[in-house]
């Protein structure tokens, strides 16, 4: 029996001192590229970044080599649906009023690993989009390595004002099912924060403004004090809210109510990117929403003119980054296919954002901002979220679109 014992021993230390040395040509380490470097991992964190001159490993060691390619990071995708798919293939209103939560919640399986194996290893999921809580159990079959996936940070159904979402069209008789939850009042909205924190959101998600009627242009939606209330509820359990809002005085009452992140903003002005600078509040413009949304509409990219749409797009991304704002990567996925997240990358550097920036967005900028400590950085004792790509992203940022290595948590899920 000692004997056995002993052998369990040595067994469990052997896989604890287990160690994998990865060597790609270069590292991006969330803040800044370096040649020659080389990452250690042991067990799921990182125990050395650096020259590999520096460092002496023991002969157990499993390395793999990486010619030819940049090591960084896990992207940190900050605006996907993981329920939804593109919208050139179902329309969002026949996916919340045809598609079954049972079928969307499969669906969401391969999104989630298709989304893994792109580079992402943590992704926030901005609203289950109409189907409950589906995203906080897609979460937990994730956790629970049923499925392979990102990690993901859920806003449950997200919140409404009475009226103003959609599926809309229908006739006062008929009821149907909405793509957020709806409240009014302080009193109500303060119930449904707790209700959808409890039922396990991690944080809420509130839509400032929208179309009161199809067609019809973005208007506020919940009055200052109605914010203010959901903001101060979910602070208080230890939460916090994101807006979407894409008009001046939607963004202007988010702002103002202590929102951390504003999602879309296209109708932002320098006044308003001025203000979340001041009040040190997030910006995640899902350029490749717009982008996506506007090819679905006949907009044949690189061959017809730029659109208004695009072009007030790339102004008002142009504001925010003359104002400096943190900004967000989050590309709104599910708009367009699951697993192009890079989209967005490109996009961002399209509009007037420099390579290394955009992959600082998507890693170290993102990780201090959804408060995910030991991630977004490769640095000794974070989590071994780690992924490769072929070429340099720092200088061409297409490099993206080739994911060569993905570990997240230590684990090895995608190696070629």
């Not at 026949?94 to 399986?109: C, F, H, N, Y």
């Not at 959609?166 to 924060?193: C, M, N, R, W, Y």
């Not at 992140?261 to 308003?272: A, F, N, R, V």
């Not at 192009?340 to 490109?346: A, F, G, H, M, T």
Request: hydrophobic share 40%; aromatic share 6%.
């Amino acid at each position: 029996m000692k004997n056995i014992l002993t052998l369990i021993l040595l067994s469990l230390g052997h896989l604890v001192l287990s160690q994998t040395l990865l060597r790609p040509d270069r590292v991006f380490d969330g803040e800044a590229l370096h040649e020659n470097w080389v990452v250690l991992v042991e067990g799921n964190q990182i125990a050395f970044v650096g020259s590999a001159s520096d460092l002496k490993y023991p002969g157990n060691t499993t390395i793999i080599n990486l010619n030819g390619t940049t090591l960084m990071p896990g992207l940190i995708e900050g605006h996907s649906h993981l329920l939804l798919h593109p919208y050139d293939e179902t329309s969002w209103n026949d996916q919340v009023l045809k598609e079954s939560p049972v079928e969307r919640a499969i669906r969401g399986t391969v999104h989630a690993k298709k989304t893994l194996w792109a580079g992402v290893t943590t992704t926030r999921d901005l609203g289950a989009e109409g189907a409950g809580y589906t995203d906080v159990y897609l979460k937990k079959t994730i956790e629970d390595s049923i499925v392979p996936g990102p990690r993901m940070l859920v806003a449950g159904p997200a919140i409404v004002a009475t009226g103003a979402y959609g599926p809309k069209g229908f006739h006062d008789g008929v009821q149907v099912p909405l793509g957020a939850e709806a409240a009014s009042g302080v009193p109500a909205v303060i119930q449904t924060v707790r209700r959808q924190l409890g039922n396990g959101a991690d944080f809420i998600k509130i839509y400032a403004d929208y179309r009161w009627t199809p067609g019809a242009p973005s208007q506020p939606t919940f009055l200052q004090e109605e914010i203010n209330a959901m903001v101060a509820t979910a602070t208080s359990a230890g939460s916090h809210v994101v807006a979407h809002a894409s008009t001046p005085e939607g963004m202007r009452r988010a702002i103002a109510g202590g929102v951390e992140t504003i999602e879309h903003g296209d109708g932002g002005t320098l006044e308003i990117f001025k203000l979340m600078k001041e009040k040190g509040i997030g910006f995640c413009p899902t350029l490749a929403a717009g982008d996506a949304i506007t090819q679905y509409r006949g907009w044949r990219k690189g061959i017809d003119p730029v659109p208004e749409r695009i072009i007030r797009k790339k102004q008002s991304f142009q504001m925010a980054l003359d104002a400096e704002v943190p900004i967000v990567f989050g590309g709104d996925v599910g708009v367009f296919a699951h697993g192009e997240n890079y989209r967005e990358l490109e996009l961002m550097v399209d509009y007037g954002m420099k390579p290394i920036d955009a992959l600082k967005s998507a890693t170290a900028v993102n990780a201090e901002i959804f408060h995910l400590e030991k991630l977004g950085k490769l640095k000794k004792g974070y989590l071994a979220d780690i992924i490769a790509v072929e070429g340099n992203p720092t200088k061409d940022i297409n490099a993206m679109r080739k994911v060569r290595f993905v570990m997240k948590d230590g684990r090895t899920y995608k190696t070629e």
